[in-house]
């Protein structure tokens, strides 16, 4: 979904009249000098959706809803490419033949919830007035555009640039309405996912790239190796990898984050402790057939990533992506955190999420380990106590370890009846302790009895 809102193209289907848009520069211009106090103006000026024309608003309003109507299609392409399927129809459960139909909706406060976008073509029917539109001062300056007219006549000059700045002007509205939007709804980050099985995949990058540098023993004469058959959610962690390890430049983000400029990388403080779990770091580079690759250094050795161990090969991706990659507003996903680890890793890699979460990034994650859940619990704990000032003396925990109630839904799946269809429910957490852990004391229980009563037999 955050995916196919990032990649709408859509233009303005009409343009604003010269009268909206000298009343929309007139905004810009005032709300700009109010913003500089007497310095250089702000690049980008805040306003409400409210404080523009009427006329203007119901046009900004209808190309956001037509933006929306076109996320709906982006959304089947991208449902069909992540399951390898030729068509959403084709999404089921098991046993049932009614197609899976996949929505998202927004719900507030003494309000119903609404539709916004999804498989069905649903969209929202109103924007509200809490959308906030972020305006570049530039794009309304029309004595700078100006000069571009200037070796037209003087009728020509007049009317050609005031089609233009209509024009302009209309993009850049539309571009801002969208954007502040997706603020509004929470999905204006990019979306990061990191699968389970993530260090096999590493590996199976390497092949890739191998692979298809053998296509070019085409034009020798020589036998072609087949690409490897790889569904969605693999082919898109490789792909990202690729753009990744391809460029040493920080970040790699095309004209769809240009309303992205205010958003600042993650802090250091979720990957220093990733880096202590590993007891080293990641870094990018080339092996010995120049194929880039991932690699690990320890106290100044340096090994390829195949060579390390499995705990390390698992928590790469994550390092790169936190280093290179995550930014305040994105959304993580990563599957079970904690394969391969030792259960005093798996509690330093929980606090890593939680720390991600404090830096702005929303976190998705799938475990099943009591481990984890557990220090999530005692983050819990940690926001709950108000005498912290740098780090607890007891536990060692760090104040960016601190988790609030209000920051974490844990949500569970399980199955009521052989051959059902899995159910999920909300779990209640409990201020006091943390997150309920019945399911895993249940299975303990069982297992000591077992145990107490094997050795009653031994007796």
């Known amino acids: 979904m955050r995916r196919a809102v990032l990649d709408a193209r859509r233009g303005p289907s009409t343009t604003l009249t010269t009268e909206e848009r000298l009343a929309l520069e007139d905004v810009v211009l005032r709300v700009s000098h109010q913003s500089e106090s007497g310095k250089r103006a702000m690049r980008d000026v805040r306003v409400r959706i ?68 999804g498989t069905t073509g649903s969209s929202v029917s109103s924007l509200g007035k809490d959308v906030t539109v972020t305006l570049d001062p530039l794009d309304f300056d029309s004595a700078r555009h100006a000069q571009r007219f200037r070796n037209l006549s003087d009728q020509d000059h007049h009317a050609g640039k005031e089609v233009w700045l209509d024009q302009r002007a209309s993009r850049a509205l539309q571009s801002a309405t969208w954007h502040g939007f997706l603020e509004d709804v929470g999905l204006s980050g990019r979306a990061h996912y990191l699968p389970a099985g993530r260090s096999g995949l590493l590996n199976a990058w390497t092949d890739v790239v191998r692979l298809r540098l053998e296509l070019e023993r085409e034009s020798y004469g020589l036998p072609t190796a087949r690409d490897p058959d790889l569904d969605g959610v693999a082919l898109d962690f490789i792909s990202s990898l690729a753009g990744l390890l391809g460029t040493r430049i920080r970040d790699r983000r095309g004209i769809t984050d240009i309303w992205r400029r205010q ?99 929303s976190v998705v994650c799938a475990t099943h380990s009591p481990v984890l859940l557990h220090e999530l619990s005692n983050c819990i704990l940690l926001g709950q106590r108000n005498d912290l000032v740098s780090q607890d003396p007891v536990g060692g925990y760090d104040i960016s370890d601190r988790l609030s109630l209000n920051d974490i839904a844990v949500h569970r799946f399980y199955r009521a009846e052989r051959n059902e269809p899995a159910l999920v429910t909300k779990v209640e957490i409990e201020p006091d302790w943390g997150i309920p852990e019945d399911e895993y004391v249940d299975v303990a229980t069982r297992q000591s009895e077992d145990t107490s009563r094997l050795i009653d037999g031994l007796a």
């Open 50 to 117: 409210e404080q523009l024309q009427t006329s203007t608003i119901l046009k900004a309003t209808r190309w956001t809803l037509e933006s929306l109507s076109e996320v709906g299609q982006l959304l089947e392409r991208q449902l069909c490419t992540s399951f390898g399927v030729p068509s959403t129809n084709e999404l089921r459960t098991w046993e049932k033949l009614v197609p899976v139909a996949i929505e998202l909706h927004r719900t507030g406060s003494g309000r119903d919830s609404a539709c916004l976008f």
């Open 263 to 361: 958003r600042s990388p993650v802090t250091r403080k979720s990957l220093s402790l990733l880096r202590q779990v590993m007891d080293g770091k990641i870094y990018s580079g080339s092996g010995d057939d120049m194929v880039p690759t991932l690699g690990y250094e320890q106290g100044g050795h340096r090994i390829g990533i195949r060579g390390a161990s499995s705990m390390v090969a698992d928590l790469a991706p994550l390092a790169m992506w936190i280093d290179r990659i995550v930014r305040d507003g994105d959304l993580l996903i990563i599957d079970e955190p904690e394969s391969h680890l030792h259960p005093e890793a798996i509690r330093l890699v929980a606090r890593v999420l939680v720390r991600l979460v404090g830096e702005g990034v």
